[in-house]
């Protein structure tokens, strides 16, 4: 922020910590005592009991977009599990490549079908209940567009990633914004990018399958972005980091390790620190900004 010359109040979003948003106290006082909580999550739980229609349709979009998760996660899994089998096949280099391309493309068309129906079931919810034109919704956006007109950034910081996207949609924080810089990490990171992908190589309930979750709210296009790779991902295994690229692939799959950053501007990247790019042919590299598309 300081490099940014960024001065005045700072708007902040948590609503990813679900009912521990208001606990910001470490947040505030890193950026100086002027930060102003959204407090997305608990609009949000005033709007559903204000208004039960708009509730009861927002649960049973998130019913649907559960079932759509667990059918595509079995899809995957198994997709998954082909490309690892033919990757160990012995066969002619050419027949190899071939077999391994098209293993990757079933992967990419599972990711694709998957984000077209999360997407058709957000654009039916909109549809069918009008968001923008309900009330309740209505008045905390006036609320919030005055709160951030007066704010110099918005930080928007991670946790339940599902949750916060949910939250930032609802009050069309896109649309309220200026031209306030936006500075976000973690899952508030994932939020603003184009395609948010869920991904852990060791958890704690066995072996992990990277899995795409939903659209991003697209201020940052063109990179899958990859929070806590030295907890999440086997950077040194070259068969898990080639199928993620290739998976990300034409977008930028980057990993950001503790304090890294990057700057998005104008349409490019800027001023990298620390941030490591994954590459389709298994290796890792830091990421340079200047030589991305």
Avoid at 76 to 105: D, F, G
Wanted: aromatic residues 4%.
């Amino acid at each position: 922020m300081d490099a940014l010359g960024v001065q005045g109040p700072i708007a902040i979003i948590t609503a990813g910590w679900q009912e521990r948003e208001a606990e910001d106290s470490e947040l505030h006082e890193h950026l100086g005592g002027r930060t102003v909580n959204l407090r997305l999550h608990l609009r949000a739980d005033e709007v559903f009991k204000r208004d039960p229609e708009l509730a009861r349709v927002h649960r049973a979009r998130q019913s649907v977009l559960r079932h759509k998760q667990d059918f595509y996660r079995i899809r995957l899994e198994h997709a998954l599990e082909a490309n690892h089998v033919i990757r160990q096949r012995k066969a002619p280099p050419a027949i190899l490549a071939e077999e391994q391309n098209a293993s990757i493309e079933a992967i990419r068309q599972l990711d694709e079908h998957h984000l077209a129906q999360c997407c058709r079931v957000n654009e039916e919810f909109d549809a069918e209940l009008k968001t923008n034109e309900r009330p309740w919704v209505q008045r905390h956006r006036r609320e919030l567009g005055k709160i951030l007109e007066r704010c110099a950034a918005l930080c928007i910081a991670g946790g339940h990633v599902a949750s916060l996207l949910n939250r930032l949609r609802l009050f069309g924080i896109v649309e309220l914004l200026g031209d306030q810089p936006i500075f976000a990490w973690s899952g508030g990171a994932m939020a603003i990018s184009d395609r948010v992908m869920l991904f852990h190589d060791n958890p704690p309930q066995g072996p992990g399958a990277s899995e795409v979750l939903d659209r991003g709210l697209g201020l940052c296009p063109g990179v899958v972005v990859l929070p806590q790779p030295e907890t999440r991902l086997r950077l040194e295994d070259p068969e898990r980091v080639a199928v993620l690229a290739r998976r990300a692939s034409p977008a930028l799959a980057l990993a950001f390790p503790a304090r890294s950053h990057v700057t998005w501007r104008d349409g490019s990247f800027e001023r990298a620190s620390d941030v490591i790019q994954l590459h389709e042919d298994g290796t890792c590299a830091p990421f340079a900004p200047g030589a991305a598309a």
